[in-house]
């Protein structure tokens, strides 16, 4: 028979975790794999990790991988991804915002053949306010146009990976991980389905704006150097002004029509210049500092207990 793993990282979850086991089991009852739950605690500051257990003493098929600090959501799905053994993983979220009823059409996509099966969120979701949509539709576009992936606008991490892909995705050893960027990355048959989030079962969403920004900041590095092309690219059509600008000069001030006179358009020029190179140069800094970091081969995250044989890594 064939084995699902169900990966699913939890940050402060402790009232979702019994309830999210039972949708899934609902969910799965008609279906003729073997599976396995494989909860990732990330951190959590709250009883998730008392839960996880006492849910793993309930059921045979519930495993907990404790991490040893708070690392991020795409730390914990890699650790989680790392130690599943299935012929498909599929990965989500704890707070039942991906309805555990699409899993048996995913699979279903998977028989007939597809390595990957993602969901995107339905542009109509009610539970996404105004200003997050525009944001996140802003934020696949800017990816889009400056990296050299292509990701749908409201991509999730609810998606199915067969075998094959787990195995790539186990082989990138990267200090930064976006996995919605990585699984697009690898290639393979894909296969995108819509789907409407739940509102949040219990609990608050733990992504605040400015940790967004930082995702979207982070994950278009990790993709892409154009932003340092960008950078060349204004170098170049500042100079090309400039080189204009000397010839009229000369010529303004041999046939007198301009005055040729105001520091204050001087000041102006060379402060925004100035900017313009420490902007540049931050640039070129962000990459360099990831090259750094990428050196030092720190392990992704670090697990303190779990109930899974350690043989599993
Ligand atoms: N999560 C995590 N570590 C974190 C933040 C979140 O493992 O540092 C988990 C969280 O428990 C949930 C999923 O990632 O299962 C999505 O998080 P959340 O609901 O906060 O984000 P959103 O729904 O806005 O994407
Ligand atoms: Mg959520």
């Given at each position: 028979m064939k084995k699902l793993s169900i990966v699913i990282p939890a940050f402060n979850e402790e009232e979702n975790i019994s309830h999210l086991v039972a949708e899934l089991d609902k969910s799965l009852a008609d279906i003729a794999y073997d599976y396995e739950y494989i909860f990732v605690?990330?951190?959590?500051?709250?009883?998730t990790l008392v839960e996880l257990k006492a849910q793993a003493a309930s059921h045979s098929n519930v495993f907990y991988i404790d991490l040893?600090?708070?690392?991020g959501k795409d730390y914990a799905l890699k650790a989680g991804i790392d130690m599943a053994k299935g012929d498909a993983i599929i990965t989500m979220d704890a707070?039942?915002?991906?309805?555990?009823?699409?899993l048996p059409q995913m699979l279903q996509h998977w028989e007939e053949g597809y390595d990957i099966v993602y969901t995107y969120r339905k542009d109509?979701?009610?539970?996404?306010?105004r200003f997050q949509k525009f944001a996140s539709k802003k934020f696949y576009k800017f990816i889009n146009a400056i990296s050299d992936i292509t990701l749908e606008n409201?991509?999730?991490?609810?998606r199915l990976l067969d075998e094959k892909v787990v195995y790539e995705l186990k082989q990138?050893?990267?200090?930064?991980?976006?996995f919605r960027g990585m699984v697009k990355w690898v290639g393979f048959q894909q296969m995108g389905i819509p789907y409407t989030p739940a509102a949040r079962?219990?609990?608050?969403?733990?992504?605040s704006f400015w940790k967004l920004v930082k995702l979207a900041v982070g994950s278009i590095m990790a993709f892409s150097v154009k932003p340092l092309y960008i950078a060349t690219g204004l170098g170049l059509f500042f100079s090309c002004a400039a080189l204009l600008y000397i010839p009229y000069i000369l010529i303004s001030k041999l046939y007198?029509?301009?005055?040729?006179?105001g520091w204050a358009s001087l000041i102006a020029t060379v402060a925004f210049f100035g900017g313009l190179q420490l902007m540049v140069l931050g640039i070129i800094g962000s990459y360099l500092g990831k090259i750094f970091m990428q050196t030092?081969?720190?392990?992704?995250y670090i697990i303190r207990s779990t109930n899974l044989p350690r043989s599993r890594k």
């Open positions: 605690n990330d951190g959590s500051k709250d009883n040893s600090k708070n690392f707070d039942l915002q991906h309805p555990p009823h699409l109509s979701n009610p539970h996404v306010g409201g991509i999730s991490d609810f990138i050893n990267e200090y930064e991980i976006f079962h219990t609990g608050e969403a733990s992504y007198g029509f301009d005055e040729l006179s030092k081969h720190r392990p992704n």
